[in-house]
C-alpha cells in the first residue's frame, strides 16, 4: 500500500465526509472506491474506443450487430 | 446485486457505444459482476476468432474485465435436470452462486422468459439499471440485452427443458479453472508458449484406473456399481459422479471409449500405451516421453525433454534415441539429486573442471565417431543445465494459494509442478499417480484415490487454459488397462484390456468429443475400436507431427506409430 495525500475544496471534502458515512464507509475506504472506479472507467473506455475503431471497420456498429453475430 | 453478464453482452459492450458499454459500467460501480472461466474464455476467443482481434487486445479486454469480476465455482447439480447437460451446468451457477440476475442478448430468452415463470426485462427497466437514466446508442429493436432471475428450484419438467444457450449468462462450463484473480490469464507465458514447441503432459494412473467409474459410467446396469453418472461441461456427456471437479472441464477433455489392448498383464499393457505397440523381440522402441521429447523440444531448450514426476522412468525409456531424450526423474516429486556442487567445491572450481572435461572431450573425439562422446557431453551438458535451474524443483516457491487449490498432498504437488514444468519449456511431463489396481474394494479404493485426483487434476486443466497453455498441450490420462466390468466376490474389478477408456485434451483435440461405445454392460466395445497403434498416430497428430513419417536411426526406417493402424480423426480439433 502506498499512502498518498490529497487536498480538496472545502465542500467537496465535506461531501466526501457525508457520502462515505451515508455509505458505513470511511473516508479512505470511500475515496479509494471512487479512485478505483474511474481508473476503470479511463480504462474501458480508452479501450473501448480501439476495439469499437476496429468494429466499425467490420461494420458492427451496435449491440444488436453483435447479438447477430454471436448468440 | 450480483450479475452475471453473457459473452454476447460483454463483447457489445467492449466493442460498441450502445446500451451494453453502459450496462456493465453501470454494474462494475454499483453491482457485483459475477463470472467463470468459460465466459471469459469465450469472450477471449470470439473476440479474436469472430471479430479478428489480436490476442493482445483480447487479452487487454480479458485482464481488464477480470479485474471487476467474481470469478465463482460452481457445484454440480444433484441431478441431471436439463436435456443439455451444460445446461445443467448454467442452472448450477445460478443455484449455486448468489447470483441473482442473468443478462443476455441471446434470441432464446423468450424462452427463458416464461421458465419457471420468472419474468424477464431489458436492462433499462431491470433491477440492475439505474431508473430512469436512458441508455444512450443503439439501442437494438429485437433483441435487446434482457435479463431474468434464475429459477432458484430447478426442477425442470420435459416442457421447460431449455437449450443450452439459453442461459448464457451463468455458463460455467469451464468454471473450474477455478482461479479466480490468481489465474488470470497470463499473455506473457502463452505467448512465450506459442513461440516455442507444442508439448505435453501424461497422467498415468497406475495398476488399471476402472472406466466405470471413471470415463464410461454404467449406472443400473449390473456391472454398473453404486455410483452415478453426473453430466459435464460438455454437452451430452456424462462421467462418474467421483469426478465432480473433471467434471466441469470436460469441455477441455476428449473421451475414447473404445480401446481395446487386448492385453491383461501390467507390464504388457504399460508398455502398449506408452510405446504404442507389444514390444517386439531385438527391438526397442521410444517411450512417448522420449519420442516427443526428440521431435519437439527446440534445439538449444537447456532444460530436459522428458520428465517423470513419481516412482518410475529409466534410461532403455528413449531406446534408440539416446539418454538426451531418456526421462529424467523426480522420485516422489523430489528433485533430482546432487543438484548442488559437493562441499568445498565452489563455483570458481566448478568452472574449471567443465572447461577441463570439455577440452580433454574434444582431444578425445577427434578422429573418433562422435556418437558416444557426444551421448556423454549431452549428459555432463544436461547436468549443468539442471544444476542452473535447480529453482525449478523448488516447492517453497509456490504460492499457499496454489497449494491450497491444487491440495497439500503428494498428487497435488505433482501437478502443481507439472504446471510449473510446462510453462518453463520441458516437452514432455508424466505424473504419476498409482494404486488403482483394486482387485478388491474397487469402490472404496475408487472414492479414496480418484478423491485425490479430480480437483488437482481438474485444477491443472483449468490453470493451462486460462493461462492460454492448453491449446499448446497435449494432456493425456492414461493407464495400463481398464478394470473388469463383472464385479468380483471380494468386491473388486480385475484387469480388462478388452474395453476401456482414456481421457484427453489441449493440443490438436477437439474439447467435448467421445468417440467408441461399449454395450450396456460394458464387457465389449460395440462402436468404433481402437488399440495403442491407434492412440499414438493421434498423439502425434495432435501436437503436429505426421504419425506416418518413419524414425531414422543409423540409417534404417522406424514407425512412430504402427502403420496399420491411423490417428482417431474424431476427437482431432
Known amino acids: ?71 | 446485486m450480483r450479475t452475471v453478464l453473457d459473452t454476447n453482452v460483454l463483447i457489445a459492450a467492449l466493442i460498441t457505444r450502445g446500451v451494453c458499454a453502459d450496462l456493465l459500467q453501470h454494474c462494475v460501480i454499483d453491482h457485483t459482476i459475477v463470472s467463470s472461466d468459460f465466459i471469459l474464455n469465450e469472450l477471449r476467443e470470439k473476440l479474436v476468432q469472430k471479430f479478428k482481434y489480436t490476442d493482445e487486445e483480447a487479452d487487454d479486454a480479458v485482464t481488464l474485465l477480470r479485474s471487476q469480476m467474481e470469478i465463482v465455482d460452481p457445484q454440480p447439480l444433484d441431478n441431471p435436470v436439463c436435456r443439455d447437460a451444460d445446461d445443467d451446468w448454467i442452472l448450477a451457477t445460478a443455484v449455486t452462486d448468489t447470483a441473482k440476475c442473468i443478462v443476455t442478448g441471446d434470441k432464446d430468452l423468450l424462452t427463458i422468459q416464461q421458465y419457471d415463470g420468472t419474468p424477464s426485462s431489458p436492462p433499462q427497466t431491470s433491477q440492475t439499471t439505474r431508473q430512469p437514466e436512458p441508455f444512450s446508442g443503439n439501442r437494438p429493436a429485437h433483441h435487446s440485452p434482457l435479463t431474468r432471475t434464475p429459477p432458484m428450484n430447478p426442477a425442470c419438467n420435459s416442457s421447460a427443458h431449455l437449450p443450452r444457450r439459453a442461459f448464457l449468462g451463468g455458463s460455467l462450463t469451464g468454471a473450474l479453472g477455478m482461479a479466480g484473480f490468481h489465474g488470470m490469464v497470463e499473455a506473457a507465458a502463452a505467448k512465450k508458449l506459442a513461440s516455442q514447441q507444442k508439448r505435453a503432459v501424461v497422467f498415468w494412473l497406475g495398476g488399471g484406473v476402472s472406466q466405470l467409474e471413471t470415463w464410461d459410467p454404467k449406472p443400473g446396469t449390473d456391472n454398473g456399481g453404486p455410483f452415478r453418472a453426473i453430466p459435464t461441461s460438455a454437452p451430452g456427456v456424462q462421467i462418474c459422479e467421483l469426478l465432480p471437479h473433471t467434471a466441469k472441464v470436460m469441455h477441455h477433455l476428449a473421451l475414447v471409449r473404445g480401446i481395446n489392448t487386448k492385453e491383461n498383464n501390467h507390464a504388457k499393457g504399460a508398455v502398449i500405451m506408452q510405446y504404442g505397440r507389444p514390444r517386439r523381440p531385438g527391438f526397442d522402441f521410444p517411450h512417448l516421453g522420449s519420442a516427443f521429447s526428440s521431435l519437439l523440444s527446440k534445439p538449444g531448450n537447456p532444460l530436459p525433454g522428458y520428465i517423470s514426476i513419481g516412482r518410475g522412468g529409466n534410461a532403455k525409456e528413449a531406446a534408440f534415441l539416446g539418454p538426451r531424450h531418456a526421462p529424467v526423474v523426480l522420485k516422489e516429486g523430489n528433485a533430482p539429486n546432487n543438484l548442488n556442487l559437493p562441499a568445498g567445491v565452489t563455483q570458481t572450481d566448478d568452472q574449471r573442471r567443465r572447461a577441463l572435461r570439455e577440452r580433454i572431450s574434444r582431444r578425445f573425439s577427434l578422429g573418433r565417431r562422435g556418437a558416444d562422446t557426444e551421448v556423454y557431453n549431452q549428459s555432463y551438458d544436461q547436468a549443468a543445465a539442471l544444476m542452473a535451474r535447480k529453482d525449478l524443483f523448488d516447492f517453497s516457491r509456490f504460492s499457499a494459494k496454489d497449494v491450497e487449490r491444487y491440495g497439500k498432498h503428494e498428487f497435488g504437488r505433482h501437478c502443481l509442478m507439472a504446471r510449473r514444468l510446462v510453462e518453463e519449456g520441458v516437452t514432455f511431463t508424466k505424473v504419476e499417480h498409482r494404486n488403482y489396481d483394486t482387485h478388491s474394494e474397487n469402490f472404496n479404493f475408487h472414492i479414496e484415490q480418484l478423491g485425490e485426483f479430480d480437483r488437482p487434476f481438474a485444477t491443472f486443466v483449468g490453470d493451462l487454459a486460462d493461462r492460454g497453455l492448453l491449446r499448446h498441450t497435449l494432456v493425456i490420462v492414461m493407464c495400463e488397462f481398464g478394470r473388469t466390468p463383472r464385479i468380483n466376490a471380494k468386491m473388486g474389478r480385475d484387469h480388462w484390456g478388452t474395453a476401456w477408456s482414456i481421457a484427453l485434451g489441449g493440443s490438436g483435440i477437439k474439447g467435448g468429443a467421445v468417440v467408441g461405445k461399449t454395450n450396456a454392460n460394458g464387457t465389449k466395445v460395440t462402436d468404433r475400436e481402437v488399440n495403442g497403434g491407434h492412440l499414438f498416430h493421434t498423439y502425434y497428430q495432435a501436437v503436429g507431427i505426421d504419425s506416418k513419417e518413419d524414425f531414422w536411426h543409423n540409417g534404417r526406417p522406424f514407425e512412430k506409430a504402427p502403420k496399420e493402424a491411423a490417428a482417431i480423426r474424431e476427437v482431432l480439433g
Open chain 1, 1 to 71: 500500500m502506498t499512502q498518498s495525500t490529497i487536498t480538496l475544496p472545502d465542500d467537496l471534502s465535506q461531501t466526501v465526509d457525508d457520502l462515505a458515512q451515508k455509505d458505513g464507509m470511511s473516508r479512505e475506504e470511500f475515496i479509494g472506491e471512487a479512485i478505483k472506479h474511474e481508473v476503470f472507467l479511463r480504462q474501458f473506455r480508452t479501450l473501448r474506443e480501439r476495439l469499437a475503431a476496429k468494429a466499425q471497420q467490420q461494420g458492427i456498429l451496435t449491440d444488436q450487430d453483435v447479438f447477430d453475430r454471436v448468440s
